[in-house]
């Protein structure tokens, strides 16, 4: 899950690939975060999920019924899928180059610096 500023705020890699997403949203913290909100009347918090997704106030899914090109439903399901990420690897991959940059790990090639030895002092 990721805020609308695309910074990644919860993850679940705990079941595997041919898991259904809707599976998985189901049994996770996440959801039930905002199932929560809303009942404390929170509104303003959405999820993007796909088709498979179950109907509820906070998750915002493709229209089936698209009413035909140049239409506001159309314009919908084509912002809704641009916003979605296509492949679990570069998913993971994202999450912990994310998790890096959040902890402010240093750069690789920066945590070399300040690190040489000088061979000229050892025997």
Known sequence: VCDSNLK???????????????????????QHVLRNLYKQGHSGYYVLGNSGYPLRPWCLKPLENNSGPDTPEEAYNIRHKNKKFNREVII??????????????????????????DLDLID
């Open 8 to 30: 990644i705020i919860n993850i679940n890699a705990h079941y595997p690939g041919n898991t259904n997403d809707s599976f998985i949203w189901s049994n996770s913290n996440a």
């Open 92 to 117: 993971n991959a994202c999450v912990v180059l994310h998790m890096c940059i959040d902890q402010n790990e240093p750069h690789p090639e920066d945590e070399d610096e300040g690190n040489d030895i």
